[in-house]
């Protein structure tokens, strides 16, 4: 096993950072790994906001749900969607490119590209020995991030990834097993065999929370996802979207 695998295996989301901020060479070496990453067609569709004002950073909390580690960290990254520099190509090139990037296809690929940025840049950071965690709750209102962090149309913040010296890091929580994610040349459809990797994998996240709180908690990943779900949250962001001229195709 090599330095990379141990990396990769050993990522926490770190929520307690060190009042230390990053160097300006680490943040270039971050945001150099995220570019450095596949990107589909070249279209490199996304562009990264890196905060350090404090304020625009509690503001960011609060937005996020008062996530105390989204104001407090080593520096706080911005991953977004961005077809706005293809348009502005378009004028200059003197090509029609607006049907293309107001189709789902290309809204999809901005998606994949500043997700592929964003691990690249998580396992730099890690690689670093930085913590990273990633905060998809400044979604919760992106007019008022929009509004904030001054982004046009056709580019829409995605979410956020905190950085810094980790002050604690807690105990890796248990993924889904191999043979429930892995299929081998087909899509596993056997309903009984899947539902009961489910319930195995509850005794295993069950067991995980009644260490980790001392028997204060011992439920499944399976009832906590059907929580979640019940709950409609973020169901305004179609609009959203569509709002910024993305995906109306």
Known sequence: MNEVITTLLNHRSIRLF???????EQIKTIVACAQATSTSSFIQAYSIIGIKDKEKKRKLAEIAGNQEY?????????FCAD???HELIGEMEGKD?????????????TLIDAALAAQNAAIAAESM?????YI?????????VKELLKTPDRVIPLFGMTVGYPVKINDQKPRLPFEHVYHEEEY??????YLRQIQDYNQVISQYYDQRTNGKRKDTWSAQMANMLEKQTRMYMK?????????LR
Do not use: P, W
């Open 188 to 193: 596993e459809q056997d309903k009984e065999l």
């Open 136 to 144: 998809g709750g400044i979604r919760n209102n992106l007019e008022a």
């Open 239 to 247: 609009e959203y979207v569509q709002k910024n001229k993305m995906d």
């Open 18 to 24: 060190k009042d230390e901020q990053l160097s300006e």
């Open 70 to 78: 989204v104001a407090e960290n080593g520096h706080l990254f911005i």
């Open 97 to 109: 490119v607006q049907a293309s990037i107001e189709s789902t296809e290309k809204f999809m690929v």
């Open 129 to 133: 020995g930085l913590g990273i965690c």
């Open 83 to 85: 077809l706005r520099r």
